[in-house]
């Protein structure tokens, strides 16, 4: 599956990160108006628009500001830089301990899109102005996570699962020993190996893969 790099695309049959491509069941084709109505107020604020992993982005002088996605039940913007914002109205989230600098803006239905249109496109001003004034985040030191020992035996048995699991970014590897080492049965830990283990040989993280199951 190829991620979609048009704009038309994207609206027409969806991000192609999934099996529901085209199809009815494309969360972009059954939030159509909630995601019509999102990118209407992102080109009220940015001049830029392109497509990252499959969905529009926003930028500014090609520096990527926000992102519009699309998931089963909820559809929204993630702020890359949110940390920085002043989320004066305490709606942006973060969706986990790892991801340190983005915020996710997030809605279940048309009304609350249509409730919240000034403050939509406030916070898409607001982090506009973070971008244009240069500003950077100060991540915090992440936590680090052992290689648990099912781990170690799949490097023994594969060493190309070993080259490509080292391979990867320092962020996705922490993210996978992360969720490796939550699991308190060994049985489950191995499991969880295997499950990700055609996604980390194609170098795709643990974010991006939950997405695409």
Request: aromatic share 10%; net charge positive.
């Given at each position: 599956?190829?991620?979609?790099?048009?704009?038309?695309?994207?609206?027409?049959?969806?991000?192609?990160?999934?099996?529901?491509?085209?199809?009815?069941?494309?969360?972009?084709?059954?939030?159509?108006?909630?995601?019509?109505?999102?990118?209407?107020?992102?080109?009220?604020?940015?001049?830029?628009?392109?497509?990252?992993?499959?969905?529009?982005?926003?930028?500014?002088?090609?520096?990527?500001?926000?992102?519009?996605?699309?998931?089963?039940?909820?559809?929204?913007?993630?702020?890359?830089?949110?940390?920085?914002?002043s989320d004066t109205e305490g709606v942006l989230v973060q969706q986990t301990e790892n991801m340190q600098t983005t915020r996710v803006l997030r809605y279940t239905n048309l009304s609350q899109i249509v409730a919240q249109q000034d403050l939509i496109r406030a916070y898409l001003f607001e982090a506009l102005e973070i971008?244009?004034?240069?500003?950077?985040?100060?991540?915090?030191?992440?936590?680090?996570?052992?290689?648990?020992?099912?781990?170690?035996?799949?490097?023994?048995?594969?060493?190309?699962?070993?080259?490509?699991?080292?391979?990867?970014?320092?962020?996705?590897?922490?993210?996978?020993?992360?969720?490796?080492?939550?699991?308190?049965?060994?049985?489950?830990?191995?499991?969880?190996?295997?499950?990700?283990?055609?996604?980390?040989?194609?170098?795709?993280?643990?974010?991006?893969?939950?997405?695409?199951?």
């Amino acid at each position: 599956m190829k991620m979609t790099k048009s704009i038309d695309v994207f609206l027409a049959d969806g991000c192609g990160r999934c099996s529901k491509f085209g199809t009815d069941d494309c969360s972009v084709r059954r939030h159509s108006a909630e995601i019509q109505l999102l990118r209407q107020l992102a080109l009220e604020v940015f001049t830029e628009e392109t497509v990252k992993w499959g969905s529009p982005c926003y930028c500014h002088n090609g520096k990527n500001i926000v992102i519009l996605h699309s998931f089963k039940d909820n559809f929204g913007f993630t702020f890359f830089k949110g940390s920085l914002m002043s989320d004066t109205e305490g709606v942006l989230v973060q969706q986990t301990e790892n991801m340190q600098t983005t915020r996710v803006l997030r809605y279940t239905n048309l009304s609350q899109i249509v409730a919240q249109q000034d403050l939509i496109r406030a916070y898409l001003f607001e982090a506009l102005e973070i971008e244009k004034a240069g500003l950077k985040p100060k991540p915090k030191v992440a936590k680090q996570f052992p290689e648990p020992t099912e781990l170690l035996e799949a490097f023994r048995i594969d060493p190309n699962f070993e080259a490509a699991f080292k391979s990867l970014t320092p962020g996705r590897q922490r993210n996978y020993l992360r969720h490796f080492n939550e699991a308190k049965q060994s049985a489950t830990r191995t499991a969880r190996i295997e499950k990700y283990k055609p996604f980390i040989f194609k170098g795709i993280g643990m974010d991006e893969a939950w997405k695409m199951q």
